[in-house]
């Protein structure tokens, strides 16, 4: 499958984005969906993750109550919708697949990866 993120930019805290992850060559509703993110100078950490089938959601701490993951099967499309940014949400966010119908937090369990968006939150 390939991933296609989009949606970032420039906002101020306390503003809100929504990043697109397209999907092509395969229907995201038979992968865990996942977004992650990469601060300069940090490793990649996960942020959120809709899972294949039914589609439950799971959030990292940091981004509880503030961000919302979800899906568009028609679309092929899972979307991030980020609100009360902060400026330590800046990063660059990536979408990835993952075919093995675990939950998982972990980059390392993820196969396909799209290109990443910047986020630039200002404080």
């Known amino acids: 499958v390939q991933l296609q993120a989009s949606g970032g930019g420039l906002v101020q805290a306390g503003g809100s984005l929504r990043l697109s992850c397209a999907a092509s060559?395969?229907?995201?509703?038979?992968?865990?969906m996942g977004w992650f993110r990469q601060a300069p100078g940090k490793e990649r950490e996960f942020v959120a993750a809709?899972?294949?089938?039914?589609?439950?959601?799971n959030y990292a701490d940091s981004v509880k109550g503030r961000f919302a993951i979800s899906r568009d099967v028609a679309k092929n499309t899972v979307y991030l919708q980020m609100n009360s940014l902060k400026p330590e949400d800046t990063a660059v966010y990536y979408c990835?697949?993952?075919?093995?119908?675990?939950?998982?937090?972990?980059?390392?369990?993820?196969?396909?990866w799209g290109q990443g968006t910047q986020v630039t939150v200002s404080s």
């Open positions: 060559g395969g229907s995201i509703s038979t992968y865990e």
């Open positions: 809709i899972r294949w089938g039914p589609g439950g959601t």
């Open positions: 990835a697949a993952d075919r093995n119908f675990l939950p998982s937090r972990d980059s390392a369990d993820y196969d396909y």
